[in-house]
T-cell receptor, first 114, second 112 residues
Framework: SAVISQKPSRDICQRGTSLTIQCQVDSQVTMMFWYRQQPGQSLTLIATANQGSEATYESGFVIDKFPISRPNLTFSTLTVSNMSPEDSSIYLC???????????FGEGSRLTVL | KQEVTQIPAALSVPEGENLVLNCSFTDSAIYNLQWFRQDPGKGLTSLLLIQSSQREQTSGRLNASLDKSSGRSTLYIAASQPGDSATYLCAVRGGSQGNLIFGKGTKLSVKP
């Protein structure tokens, strides 16, 4: 299994600002992902964080809005840029272990944009 | 395009009852299926992972089954407890490098 720590756990932000969420895994993992969960909705994949190269974004998500870094096999960041109230969501980091392919999640970062 | 549906959307049961949560998916060519639990405002906790070659997995009071040909999975919870109250999410993965596609979840409430 993998234990995933995210910070901040929650934040209230002003419109037009940017916030970076950090994700730390307690072991080296093959793949890391960022998901968004809007109020009352299920999870939507934002992007796959690739170690040492640019992230792979899903349809509807772009690098300018959600820049992602993954400098090593245990750490990743997601930035939500130029925030608007529509960005108010829970952002979740996840990691997949190599042996079983099971996906583990962090506790999430709840962002409220005023 | 894979779609995952969970029925019912919400369920309320008295403590001690056995219950079944349902998950269906449109494309039977899956790599694996995973059940998660999510408490309000929190992240997801992995409950059970079923590989495509498996029929079921058990962990404590939880048992998950998989019928790939019919595109269905069930999560059976025995002797439910108030602490089981949460939203239960089903997700399927389409290939070894595929991403998880999530259902919208079943919100379970177990009344003391």
């Amino acid at each position: 299994s993998a234990v995933i720590s995210q910070k901040p756990s929650r934040d209230i932000c002003q419109r037009g600002t940017s916030l970076t969420i950090q994700c730390q895994v307690d072991s080296q993992v093959t793949m890391m992902f960022w998901y968004r969960q809007q109020p009352g909705q299920s999870l939507t994949l934002i992007a796959t964080a690739n170690q040492g190269s640019e992230a792979t974004y899903e349809s509807g998500f772009v690098i300018d809005k959600f820049p992602i870094s993954r400098p090593n096999l245990t750490f990743s960041t997601l930035t939500v840029s130029n925030m608007s109230p529509e960005d108010s969501s829970i952002y979740l980091c996840s990691a997949r272990t190599g042996n079983t392919g099971e996906l583990f999640f962090g506790e999430g970062s709840r962002l409220t944009v005023l | 395009k894979q779609e995952v549906t969970q029925i019912p959307a919400a369920l309320s049961v008295p403590e001690g009852e056995n219950l079944v949560l349902n998950c269906s998916f449109t494309d039977s060519a899956i790599y694996n299926l995973q059940w998660f639990r999510q408490d309000p405002g929190k992240g997801l906790t992995s409950l059970l992972l079923i590989q495509s070659s498996q029929r079921e997995q058990t962990s404590g009071r939880l048992n998950a089954s998989l019928d790939k040909s019919s595109g269905r999975s069930t999560l059976y919870i025995a002797a439910s407890q108030p602490g089981d109250s949460a939203t239960y999410l089903c997700a399927v993965r389409g290939g070894s490098q595929g991403n998880l596609i999530f259902g919208k979840g079943t919100k379970l409430s177990v009344k003391p």
